[in-house]
């Protein structure tokens, strides 16, 4: 079944405890990035990817880092999490990341940083 | 400056009845596609639609419809015969093909009533 699958489901953390949400997919996808969606604010782009080794600052990139090693994975990390980044958040995928092409989402990750 | 703007945070329609949830772009870039995706309660992301800023037609798929209208910088999404399972929230969004970011408005929460 073509999926993107992001891990764990649901996080509760403290503030500055490092850690990573992973994310794969497996349809052979050359386009990846991350979303945080927050109550009134939608959607805002953190981090995307064109293809291994690219990636590229979304909107709101602050306090984030990504690497995209391999095609299938791309991992968020949260070096030092704050407070500010509780929020709920979507890997998607797409084929190659031009216009027209409709991204996958992931099930989303729910993250609280006490 | 891109960006979506989806100014109804909710509506009411009576099932079996049409209902159009609004969308407003704004970007200077003059290829870009346009997207809508529903988001149920369960928390997933579903592709509904898309519109290529060339597109000549306004796109359709089964209930769903996209009206262009490009001078106006608006995509409006078209729902026709509600159902009960068209409660939910649905993002306007807009790739850009010069940079691959996406743009996702704040959102319109649908509620059909019986």
């Known amino acids: 079944e073509a999926q993107v699958t992001q891990n764990p489901r649901y996080l509760i953390t403290v503030t500055g405890k490092k850690l990573t949400v992973t994310c794969s997919q497996n349809?052979?996808?050359?386009?990846m990035s991350w979303y945080r969606q927050d109550p009134g604010l939608g959607l805002r782009q953190i981090y995307y990817s064109m293809n291994v080794e690219v990636t590229d600052k979304g909107d709101v990139p602050e306090g984030y880092k990504v690497s995209r090693k391999e095609k299938r994975n791309f991992p968020l990390i949260l070096e030092s999490p704050s407070p500010n980044q509780t929020s709920l958040y979507f890997c998607?995928?797409?084929?190659?990341?031009?216009?027209?092409?409709?991204?996958?989402f992931g099930p989303g990750t729910r993250l609280l940083v006490l | 400056a891109q960006k979506i703007t989806q100014t109804q945070p909710g509506m009411f329609v009576q099932e079996k009845e049409a209902v159009t949830l609004d969308c407003t772009y704004d970007?200077?870039?003059?290829?870009?596609?346009l997207f809508w995706y529903k988001q149920p309660s369960s928390g997933e992301m579903i592709f509904l639609i898309y519109?290529?800023?060339?597109?000549?037609q306004n796109a359709t798929e089964g209930r769903y419809s996209l009206n262009f209208q490009k001078a106006r910088k608006s995509a409006n999404l078209v729902i026709s015969a509600s159902q009960l399972g068209d409660s939910a929230m649905y993002f306007c969004?807009?790739?850009?093909?010069?940079?691959?970011?996406?743009?996702f408005g704040t959102g319109t929460r649908l509620k059909v009533l019986a």
């Open positions: 998607a995928s797409s084929l190659g990341g031009a216009q027209g092409e409709t991204q996958y």
């Open positions: 969004a807009m790739s850009l093909s010069g940079t691959y970011k996406y743009i």
């Open positions: 970007t200077s870039d003059p290829s870009y596609g």
């Open positions: 349809m052979n996808h050359e386009y």
């Open positions: 519109q290529g800023s060339y597109d000549q």
